[in-house]
């Protein structure tokens, strides 16, 4: 199985900070890579997928960007509401795998 | 609109079954996989699987093979997922999530179901 590596695996900023959350495969993915937003009794959402693409109704602080191996997720200015765990997934090989996911807290 | 609405929570004993529903509406139930995620407390999303609500055709982490089936009565647009010989490690939230696709760009999860919290304890 393909293994996805994130990092950090939890961080600690401010509102208005630029938050980067790292997301590395152990093989080349193309860009077949998603990233989700996690909040604690909440259902995951998605925020982009193939690792640059917006998804509807999600804030464009969010962006994503990498190709085969390195990915990166963006927020440009933290928000209250941006406190969550971020999950990176890979849909390259027929079994898909998640990053441990980065716990995104307030400073 | 799109909307994934699962069962209640269980409890069950070691080494039972256990069936967790998730009900698709808002969108064409065959047009798209339902897929099968995890979570165990303080663990990490963990994918299971994924099923094509037409034809049946599975696929499944091979953690799961063996353990678990994932089927779908379309006439109900109902998604199962039924996973056996449960031991405590098995305890989690489990979610189904509707799979989309796009040549070129692969594979992802929109919009997640709202999660059922399966406790296994003797």
């Known amino acids: 199985d393909i293994q996805m590596t994130q990092s950090p695996s939890s961080l600690s900023a401010s509102v208005g900070d630029r938050v980067t959350i790292t997301c590395r495969a152990s093989?080349?993915?193309?860009?077949?890579l998603n990233w989700y937003q996690h909040k604690a009794g909440k259902a995951p959402q998605l925020l982009i997928y193939?690792?640059?693409s917006l998804q509807s109704g999600v804030p464009s602080r969010f962006s994503g960007s990498g190709s085969g191996t390195d990915f990166t997720l963006t927020i440009s200015s933290l928000q209250p509401e941006d406190f969550a765990t971020y999950y990176c997934?890979?849909?390259?090989?027929?079994?898909?795998?998640f990053g441990q996911g980065t716990k995104v807290e307030i400073k | 609109q799109v909307q994934l609405v699962q069962s209640g929570a269980e409890v069950k004993k070691p080494g039972a079954s256990v069936k967790v529903s998730c009900k698709a509406s808002g969108y064409t139930f065959t047009s798209h996989d339902i897929n099968w995620v995890r979570q165990a407390a303080g663990q990490g999303l963990e994918w299971m699987g994924r099923?094509?609500?037409?034809?049946?055709?599975?696929h499944y982490a091979k953690k799961f093979q063996g353990r678990v089936s994932m089927t779908s009565n379309s006439s109900i647009t109902t998604a199962y997922m039924e996973l056996s010989s449960l031991r405590s490690e098995d305890t989690a939230v489990y979610y189904c999530?509707?799979?989309?696709?796009?040549?070129?760009?692969?594979?992802?999860?929109?919009?997640w179901g709202q999660g059922t919290l399966v406790t296994v304890s003797s």
């Open positions: 193939a690792a640059s």
């Open positions: 997934q890979q849909s390259f090989s027929d079994s898909w795998t």
């Open positions: 999530a509707r799979g989309l696709f796009i040549i070129l760009d692969g594979d992802w999860f929109d919009p």
């Open positions: 093989q080349s993915i193309s860009t077949y």
């Open positions: 099923m094509n609500p037409n034809g049946g055709n599975t």
